[in-house]
């Protein structure tokens, strides 16, 4: 929503990797990402140790999660294409999910052409400037400004272009799938219950979520700072808080950011029978049949295909036959396979500030003196007002630099220069 990270669970036993890989655009916006991510993590960590367990995948392989057996790709899609709607699951802004997302699209189009896509990436209210767009009437740049691709959705737009040239160039609809982060962090401090009509972006009530889907999310919501992320949380811990009104509130903006993307892509399925939508959404919304397909199905589309794109984060033991319709795997990106830059710290993000939650033992953050409640005022120079530019900045950071960091502790700022290691030595 994307972030997020939490141990294996109930039924569908998600592991620690995919659960925070498969959220972080749902709840870091890009959550993820996803992510995510967008909005208001609980928490994302930066800091992975590559340690999940993916024997089971071999690249460019599609693979059936029920038992794990390869599947003819050609068959698969020809069958999707006769569907209503395809949710493509991705790491946001990793090479490999986007390119493997516009040979998706190529393929489908082929076979249906009668299609539209929609975008997680953009707020309904960027729906006329994405209507210019596949009209011709807007360079990249302009596409990208009017959008308030940066401001919105802070990822990479190399990654994602390609697909709208796609779109573009075969006069292929897009749709804005998501709301505002506005409309977001309203509903997680007022609940959806107190938005007045004209404030709800056109979004009707969503459909509850299925006790899945809520102890899924419960494991993230105990770790917000708030709750102590320290404490291991009991059977009784988790009841309370399953019922305490800040949960309820967490609960419905999540449900609310699925509800959205389901009704755009519903209204759209239910005005042309024929019509083939594609979703392109973080692998968050999709896992398990939770999120985006349930609020489908609850409006009555139960035509829904589901596939994921592999992640190194991802670990083998979390799938079986409710993960999704189709795996897909992937050779990640150079860049991507190397162990990232670790600063070490849990990020809360609340009202255009992000803070620090809780500190990694033995991280670099640590080491160079910051501590719980800090607040980011800087990093790398650049003005901070969400988590997911300090994802960014410390992720793009080299091995072997630094990286100046200003923090705000009570009534001071301080700085603090982030020193990590040459890769060799990290190896």
């Known amino acids: 929503m994307h972030g997020l990270c939490t141990g294996p669970i109930f039924r569908k036993k998600l592991t620690n990797r995919l659960f925070s890989a498969a959220l972080i655009t749902m709840l870091a916006g890009g959550i993820s990402a996803s992510h995510a991510a967008d909005v208001a993590d609980p928490h994302q960590v930066i800091d992975h140790t590559g340690t999940a367990d993916n024997r089971c995948i071999v690249p460019n392989q599609w693979y059936n999660p029920d038992d794990m057996a390869v599947i003819d790709s050609n068959n698969f899609l020809r069958e999707a294409a006769q569907g209503r709607v395809v949710l493509l699951g991705e790491h946001h802004a990793q090479g490999d999910h986007q390119r493997w997302e516009l040979h998706t699209l190529v393929a489908l189009y082929t076979l249906n052409p009668n299609m539209a896509i929609g975008f997680e990436m953009f707020p309904r209210k960027a729906q006329p400037v994405l209507d210019k767009w596949i009209a011709g009437k807007l360079t990249e740049t302009e596409f990208l400004e009017q959008s308030n691709w940066q401001k919105y959705w802070n990822f990479d737009a190399k990654y994602y272009m390609p697909l709208f040239h796609f779109a573009r160039m075969n006069q292929i ?222 992720q793009r950071t080299s091995h072997g630099t630094w990286l100046p960091l200003l923090m705000k502790r009570g009534d001071k700022e301080i700085e603090f220069v982030a020193r990590f290691s040459p890769l060799e030595e990290d190896e």
């Open 173 to 394: 609809p897009i749709h804005a799938l998501n709301v505002s982060k506005g409309l977001l962090k309203k509903v997680r401090k007022e609940g959806w219950q107190n938005i007045k009509e004209e404030d709800r972006e056109g979004v009707s009530d969503p459909a509850p979520p299925g006790e899945g889907y809520k102890n899924l999310l419960i494991t993230i919501y105990q770790q917000h700072s708030a709750h102590k992320p320290s404490v291991k949380k009991d059977k009784q811990d988790t009841a309370a808080a399953l019922e305490s009104p800040g949960f309820k509130r967490f609960l419905q903006g999540q449900t609310l950011w699925d509800a959205a993307m389901a009704q755009i892509i519903f209204h759209e399925t239910e005005k042309n029978p024929s019509l083939l939508f594609v979703g392109v959404m973080g692998s968050g919304h999709v896992i398990n049949d939770y999120g985006t397909p349930d609020q489908l199905k609850s409006l009555g589309q139960k035509e829904v295909t589901t596939m994921i794109a592999w992640h190194d984060d991802f670990g083998c033991e979390g799938i079986d036959g409710q993960f999704a319709d189709a795996l897909i795997g992937m050779t990640m990106q150079t860049e991507s396979t190397q162990p990232k830059p670790k600063l070490g710290v849990y990020l809360e993000e609340d009202e255009e500030k992000v803070s620090v939650a809780k500190l990694v033992e033995g991280s670099i953050a640590e080491a160079i003196g910051l501590q719980k409640g800090d607040i980011f005022v800087k990093a790398a120079g650049k003005k901070i007002t969400r988590m997911i530019q300090v994802i960014s900045i410390v």
